[in-house]
């Protein structure tokens, strides 16, 4: 598999935990955008969440692919919790109907950083349990930090103790270009730097004072970072994903317009090393 291009649905719904059930509409604007695959929070698979085989069908239909299923997690204690494991192996189980589909992990948000050290290490404790699960399965899970001021994995620092923490036995790293961006940090290098542990890559833009930007008018640089990543031999899945105003108001046009930009300017990237 060469990289590539495909859409994350929180475009359309940022709320991991708000349950919907227009997840063929969703698909249908990914296509259209000429996209390949879409990344999907659990909570939207409405109609599809205890049936793969028809979801299967319906990319099929629509010519993409379940890149991943994003299942986030609170994880509060040393261990799993009995209902935590439970959806854990749930989806597991769930993308073993896909091969090659990653199981993205992001930790939710808390109220505060207090006793920080300690929630980062129950935090990767319990991912690096559920990663192990996923690989015995043949899974690949994948954990994704995020950038609100109260995540537990947010600035250098913080990235520092996942690194140190993660079971890369297991586990790989799903950087998001946007949050390293508001987290004070250079996604470019971020990535660079930690090459053999991606798996998977979120793309957003994100401003120098660290404001949502549409793709190609942040201050990201998105062509360096897919450059970077076709020399070291990626080959897995850029999911593009936006969070703006704008997307809020109207996403399918967003993603319309996002993916003229990808077709354009980071496409033709990897293209070049087809015809070599």
Same mark, same amino acid.
């Given at each position: 598999?060469?990289?590539?291009?495909?859409?994350?649905?929180?475009?359309?719904?940022?709320?991991?935990? %708000?349950?919907?059930?227009?997840?063929?509409?969703?698909?249908?604007?990914?296509?259209?955008?000429?996209? %390949?695959?879409?990344?999907? #929070?659990?909570?939207?698979?409405?109609? +599809?969440?205890?049936?793969?085989?028809?979801?299967?069908?319906?990319?099929?239909? *629509?010519?993409?692919?379940?890149?991943?299923?994003?299942?986030?997690? @609170?994880?509060?204690?040393?261990?799993? @919790?009995?209902?935590?494991?439970?959806?854990?192996? +749930?989806?597991?189980? +769930?993308?073993?109907?896909?091969?090659?589909?990653?199981?993205?992990?992001?930790?939710?948000?808390?109220?505060?950083?207090?006793?920080?050290? %300690?929630?980062? %290490? #129950?935090?990767?404790?319990?991912?690096?349990?559920?990663?192990? *699960?996923?690989?015995?399965?043949?899974? #690949?899970?994948?954990?994704?930090?995020?950038?609100?001021?109260?995540?537990?994995? !947010?600035?250098?620092?913080?990235?520092?103790?996942?690194?140190?923490?993660?079971?890369?036995?297991?586990?790989?790293?799903?950087?998001?270009?946007?949050?390293?961006?508001?987290?004070?940090?250079?996604?470019?290098?971020?990535?660079?730097?930690?090459?053999?542990?991606?798996?998977?890559?979120?793309?957003?833009?994100?401003?120098?004072?660290?404001?949502?930007?549409?793709?190609?008018?942040?201050?990201?640089?998105?062509?360096?970072?897919?450059?970077?990543?076709?020399?070291?031999?990626? #080959?897995?899945?850029?999911?593009?994903?936006?969070? @703006?105003?704008?997307?809020?108001?109207?996403?399918?046009?967003?993603?319309?317009?996002?993916?003229?930009?990808?077709?354009?300017?980071?496409? @033709?990237?990897?293209?070049?090393? !087809? *015809?070599?």
């Amino acid at each position: 598999m060469r990289i590539k291009f495909g859409c994350h649905t929180s475009t359309w719904e940022l709320d991991y935990d %708000k349950e919907t059930d227009y997840l063929d509409e969703v698909m249908d604007t990914v296509s259209n955008a000429g996209f %390949k695959g879409v990344d999907v #929070q659990v909570a939207m698979l409405g109609r +599809y969440q205890n049936d793969p085989e028809k979801l299967k069908r319906s990319l099929d239909e *629509r010519g993409i692919s379940l890149a991943s299923l994003t299942v986030p997690f @609170t994880w509060e204690n040393d261990e799993e @919790t009995k209902s935590e494991r439970e959806r854990a192996d +749930y989806y597991i189980d +769930y993308l073993t109907n896909f091969p090659g589909a990653v199981m993205n992990l992001p930790s939710r948000v808390g109220a505060n950083r207090d006793n920080l050290l %300690k929630r980062q %290490k #129950q935090i990767i404790g319990c991912a690096n349990a559920v990663g192990k *699960r996923a690989y015995e399965k043949g899974v #690949q899970a994948s954990f994704h930090p995020a950038s609100p001021e109260t995540s537990y994995f !947010r600035t250098k620092e913080d990235y520092d103790v996942l690194f140190d923490l993660l079971d890369i036995s297991y586990m790989s790293y799903t950087p998001d270009a946007g949050h390293i961006k508001a987290g004070g940090m250079r996604p470019e290098e971020i990535i660079k730097d930690n090459l053999s542990i991606i798996k998977h890559v979120h793309f957003k833009d994100c401003s120098n004072n660290n404001e949502w930007r549409e793709m190609g008018t942040g201050d990201i640089d998105f062509p360096y970072i897919v450059q970077t990543l076709k020399d070291s031999g990626y #080959q897995g899945w850029i999911m593009i994903e936006e969070e @703006t105003e704008e997307a809020g108001a109207d996403p399918d046009k967003v993603i319309l317009n996002v993916g003229k930009y990808v077709e354009k300017n980071l496409k @033709t990237i990897v293209n070049k090393e !087809r *015809r070599k």
